[in-house]
């Protein structure tokens, strides 16, 4: 059994790892490791361990939920790596048909980590893997999602050294076009069209959010960057970003995809406060 999380602490951290069957009334193992992981040999089959990860022996721990044991038999392990920068967690699954229908065989849910191993128990036969990652959180694939695969693997006993890599998006969408701005009392409007399109002209499926930049004449600026799911309608302010009154002020506009691509800014509009200092408001809309 492999113990996986995510960490903010530097490279060299040692990180101590315990595991228990009874909730830790007793520890049935403990281990030390500089990874983001650490195996765990010699435990019982079917039995849910509870995990548990820290910065010192005593505590206080992380935890990492109860994971159970697969048993013995014929199984399907490797490393699987990841340099890409789309959030959550990364889902390996092994299908029987290379079109990757139907029901799966096995699953193992990874952090987002960029090397780990993984495991996946199955039984005799031929297999196909995919592994992506999982942006939207629900468990479900998606074709925009960093993704890699490797197959067929004949499987009678335990195959080791199934090593792959998810491939990483690198295409920006394209730059937003048709920003106005509509200034009133104290604040300015935006409203801009929606990016359909990639740079490398296909479809923008992975939308994710925009970055608004302000120039008081000393360059763009970035007073806040406005990212969320994949499907949101939202109010927005930003407060003091608004001109002066008698002053003009320029706005920008970059999309930002779920890998964060950026496109190139949008052409930049100007617009004259008609009272001091205020605030940007306004509604965007992505995957309308």
Do not use: C
């Not at 113990?3 to 101590?16: I, K």
């Not at 193992?29 to 022996?57: C, I, M, N, R």
């Not at 952090?111 to 036969?125: E, K, M, R």
């Not at 927005?236 to 950026?262: C, E, K, M, T, W």
């Amino acid at each position: 059994m492999t113990a996986n999380w995510n960490t903010t602490f530097p490279a060299g951290t040692l990180y101590h790892t315990r595991i228990s069957s009874d909730a830790f009334t007793t520890v049935n193992a403990f281990g030390s490791t500089t990874d983001s992981f650490l195996t765990f040999t010699g435990l019982a089959e079917f039995t849910p361990y509870h995990v548990q990860v820290a910065t010192a022996v005593s505590g206080p721990y992380t935890d990492l939920g109860v994971i159970a044991t697969p048993p013995s038999g014929a199984s399907i392990e490797g490393t699987l790596t990841y340099g890409g920068s789309q959030p959550g967690e990364i889902i390996v699954e092994a299908f029987t048909t290379p079109s990757f229908s139907g029901v799966r065989d096995s699953a193992q849910v990874l952090s987002n980590l960029a090397s780990q191993p993984y495991y996946l128990p199955v039984s005799a036969g031929t297999y196909y893997l995919r592994a992506y990652v999982d942006v939207a959180g629900d468990g479900i694939f998606r074709t925009w999602a960093d993704r890699g695969m490797r197959g067929p693997i004949a499987v009678s006993g335990s195959v080791a050294g199934q090593n792959f890599s998810l491939s990483v998006d690198t295409v920006s969408p394209k730059q937003p076009v048709g920003l106005s701005a509509y200034p009133t009392a104290g604040q300015i409007s935006l409203t801009w069209a929606l990016p359909t399109f990639n740079t490398n002209g296909s479809i923008l499926q992975d939308l994710r959010g925009y970055i608004i930049q302000r120039s008081t004449g000393g360059g763009f600026k970035r007073p806040r960057r406005l990212a969320r799911g994949p499907s949101f309608e939202r109010d927005f302010d930003l407060p003091g970003s608004g001109p002066g009154a008698g002053h003009a002020n320029s706005y920008r506009v970059i999309a930002v995809d779920y890998s964060q691509n950026q496109s190139a800014p949008s052409a930049p509009v100007s617009a004259s406060g008609q009272a001091t200092g205020g605030m940007i408001t306004g509604k965007i809309s992505t995957f309308t």
